[in-house]
């Protein structure tokens, strides 16, 4: 089980206290992957990047967020993205490397989570996947890319939360998984546009 406290109200979902919880179980990743999870062969090609790779490391300058976005950036965990500036942001130290980084506005009913947690494969075992997600759903698979690293997004199921949008990918030793409700998959695609990695 991999869910933390969120506390946004949704529509046809009714969220109880302590609904998300997203649980650290350690594990620590070198390169990119072709695709994430191994035992699931893809029935269509990689969906139009949500970022190229870059093919030359370029330090970037400092970002800007668009209007009516703030920047949220992780040193420890290398990466940025921009997110609504109507949206509160809490960390949640899970111990042994891993971090919940929870995105909500509890009056628009919308949010998301990224859990990260040090990950040694290259894959996505099928152990760790039902670890983190019990329910064992792993629908509408499909890979892109975000700033260059494959990324698998995927439809599933919580028992607190219902139908959820997963993206997962490996990059530099961690494991990053993102979580939002099923009906704000296209508004997380948009954040998730954002993201960029960093000290690189």
Do not use: C, H
Not at 29 to 38: R, Y
Request: proline share 6%.
């Amino acid at each position: 089980m991999k869910y933390k406290i969120i506390t946004i109200g949704v529509v046809g979902i009714a969220l109880a206290a302590g609904g998300y919880y997203f649980k650290a179980r350690p594990a620590s990743v070198e390169l990119p992957v072709d695709f994430l999870f191994g035992e699931v062969a893809l029935k269509e090609p990689l969906r139009e990047p949500i970022n190229e790779p870059d093919k030359v490391a370029v330090k970037e300058p400092e970002r800007r967020p668009p209007d009516g976005s703030r920047e949220y950036r992780n040193e420890r965990y290398s990466f940025s993205l921009f997110y609504p500036e109507d949206t509160t942001v809490k960390e949640f130290d899970e111990g042994r490397g891993a971090l919940t980084i929870v995105f909500e506005n509890v009056e628009k009913a919308w949010g998301f989570q990224i859990f990260i947690v040090p990950y040694k494969e290259s894959q996505v075992s099928e152990e760790r996947f039902l670890t983190d997600v019990p329910s064992g759903v792993r629908e509408n698979f499909s890979d892109f890319y975000i700033d260059g690293t494959v990324a698998a997004s995927f439809y599933s199921k919580n028992i607190g939360l219902g139908d959820t949008w997963e993206v997962w990918f490996i990059r530099g030793g961690f494991l990053y998984e993102v979580t939002t409700l099923k009906n704000l998959d296209a508004w997380l695609g948009g954040i998730m546009k954002s993201w960029k990695f960093i000290n690189y």
